[in-house]
């Protein structure tokens, strides 16, 4: 039997019901599998105390700005650091899910970073190239795998993972003004998100290359498609309107940038940054050190860029490399957050992964007990994790 036909959903579910119930059935599994960790974890835990004690670090920084908006200058409480480095759609989003229900902040953020996670799986689908095996590895890595203890919670990182991958499904399709409007609301999420309007950009070069055009008329033959243009002037308009707020707000459209002095981030060689971290060995024994981790997944990251390279996926190699690239400038902190987030990452990822049953099977299973013992490191404070 070729691999075309076992890949073949069965027969007796249909496809729409089939690609809900696979990250839907997965979710549950992903939560029972945090809660045991969280059970065997915090002591007194409990169901009503789950959401809140999975919400660690930023998490905290975002359910306050949901709660009470952004802060004023000087800050109230005079400490050093404002919540402006965070930006606004995602805390937005999640306070009308608050407003809309009653439920607790967390609880809200939760349960609507739950569906987004859902809602990726399901968007993915065409970008997996509709394999079944790496649908269903796409979605375990979502919701029940290591890297869920962030995009089941409050943190940005599954909104701009959503957002991401509605981009890039709009440009499968060739319809560039709907990834231009997904842009900006991507631009809105996160810094870095601002820089896909670079994948736009190859994208609408290679739809005119493949129309027969060349450099030389590239220029003039865009300026002919109104749609085109306006994706790329529209894709960087979320993060302009945040810098307009903050410019009227406190007067510093820039505070997002300025702000990060307060954590004392560091300004350097990403290449020097890596090697460090990657030659930070440990004193004892032979498990690797946080910052060896952080290393190890920054070199993963290059390295399935280089894949997505090899295979011409060009927009979202791009894009990978210099999400990946720029906040090294700023050091190794939340290195590994930044990249597992990355949509073209765990996309390549588990395409690979599903490439055999044997090795898509142990990748399933590993999925998932990763999902048990680093959701013990994230309530433990492992250090990579942060």
Wanted: with cysteine.
């Amino acid at each position: 039997m070729s691999d075309a036909v076992a890949l073949r959903p069965p027969r007796t579910l249909p496809l729409g019901v089939l690609l809900l119930a696979i990250p839907l059935l997965l979710a549950i599994a992903g939560l029972v599998i945090r809660y045991l960790a969280f059970a065997a974890t915090v002591p007194d835990a409990s169901i009503a105390s789950f959401a809140q004690g999975m919400c660690r670090w930023d998490c905290a920084w975002y359910v306050k700005l949901s709660q009470t908006g952004y802060d004023p200058f000087p800050v109230p409480t005079m400490i050093n650091a404002g919540n402006w480095a965070f930006f606004p759609l995602y805390p937005i989003l999640v306070a009308i899910v608050r407003t809309l229900t009653g439920l607790e902040t967390i609880v809200a953020a939760t349960g609507l970073s739950i569906l987004l996670c859902i809602a990726s799986a399901r968007v993915a689908w065409p970008l997996l190239g509709r394999d079944l095996r790496a649908y269903t590895l796409f979605s375990a890595f979502l919701v029940a795998g290591p890297f869920s203890i962030w995009l089941t919670t409050f943190y940005t990182e599954v909104l701009f993972l959503f957002l991401t991958l509605c981009v890039f499904a709009a440009l499968q399709n060739k319809h560039f003004l709907l990834a231009g409007l997904f842009a900006a609301l991507l631009s809105a999420t996160r810094i870095v998100g601002v820089f896909i309007v670079f994948a736009i950009l190859i994208e609408i070069w290679q739809a005119h290359r493949a129309n027969g055009g060349n450099w030389r008329n590239f220029v003039p033959a865009v300026l002919q498609r109104p749609d085109r243009l306006l994706a790329l002037f529209i894709a960087p308009l979320g993060l302009f309107a945040y810098m307009a707020y903050l410019h009227f707000h406190i007067g510093d459209a820039l505070a997002f940038s300025h702000v990060q002095r307060a954590w004392s981030r560091p300004t350097g060689n990403p290449v020097v940054f890596v090697w460090n971290a990657l030659t930070s060995f440990p004193r004892e024994g032979w498990a690797p050190t946080p910052s060896q981790q952080l290393a190890v997944a920054v070199l993963v990251g290059y390295a399935l860029s280089i894949v997505l390279l090899v295979k011409r996926r060009y927009g979202m190699a791009v894009y990978a490399l210099i999400c990946l690239t720029l906040p090294l400038f700023a050091g190794m902190a939340s290195v590994l957050r930044f990249t597992a987030a990355l949509a073209p990452m765990p996309l390549m990822l588990t395409e690979l992964l599903a490439s055999r049953r044997w090795l898509f099977a142990l990748a399933l299973l590993g999925l998932l007990l990763a999902g048990y013992f680093t959701t013990i490191g994230w309530l433990t404070g492992y250090l990579s994790l942060v």
